[in-house]
């Protein structure tokens, strides 16, 4: 499997981009990353596969949650923290569900929930940008252009993690908004207390 952190729109560009590949066989993912890397494009690989591939589902419900705050005007500061907050609670689920060696600070799992959560090409942060500022689960689909794969992802994971003994405001929070229908605003309030 690939992952980021890139949007397509920055490699169709040649921006320098980083990708990983996860793999089962190791001399496979090695002849890809040679295959594939050029001047624009660094390559890595990780044995990681479950890890990388809940990450890459969970990153979009966070990104949703940073665009909601960024419809509510919440500024750069609360970000830093929620981008903080996000990447512990990415953690401590990962290794609930799928315990192995990983550092989380990779560029897989943060730098590609980074991108994500603040990238003007996000489709997740800007449908969560939508809820934000007003809009019904409903208006910011049909707003949408693209697929926002987050809102997909809130309401599967809602129903996967039941049994797994993880706190997640940030995932509970985002699927009360989009699926309880609870206030964005009144619901960003009561998660803001639980951040740390």
């Known amino acids: 499997m690939i992952a980021g952190p890139c949007h397509a729109e920055e490699i169709a560009k040649n921006r320098l981009s980083f990708l990983t590949l996860g793999y089962s066989d190791l001399d ?40 909601i705050a960024k419809g509510l ?37 943060l730098g590609d929930l980074i991108v994500t959560a603040y990238s003007e090409y996000s489709r997740n942060r800007r449908f969560g940008e939508l809820i934000g500022k007003g809009y019904s689960t409903k208006e910011a689909l049909q ?19 039941q049994g797994i003994e993880a706190e997640t405001p940030i995932i509970d929070s985002l699927y009360d908004i989009l699926f309880k229908e609870e206030s964005a605003e009144k619901t960003m309030k009561k998660l803001v207390k639980k951040l740390i």
Do not use: H, W
């Not at 981008?83 to 609670?89: A, H, L, V, Y």
């Open 28 to 67: 496979i993912a090695l002849s890809l990353k040679s295959l594939m890397s050029n001047s624009y494009l660094n390559i890595s690989v990780s044995k990681d596969v479950t890890g990388i591939e809940i990450a890459a589902v969970i990153k979009n419900i966070y990104a949703m949650v940073a665009g």
């Open 143 to 161: 707003e949408m252009k693209m697929i926002a794969e987050g809102y997909f992802a809130i309401k599967n994971f809602s129903s996967l993690k």
């Open 73 to 109: 005007d919440y500024g750069d500061n609360f970000q830093s923290v929620f981008f903080c907050n996000s990447i512990m609670e990415m953690k401590a689920l990962l290794n609930k569900i799928n315990p192995t060696d990983r550092n989380i600070d990779n560029t897989v799992y």
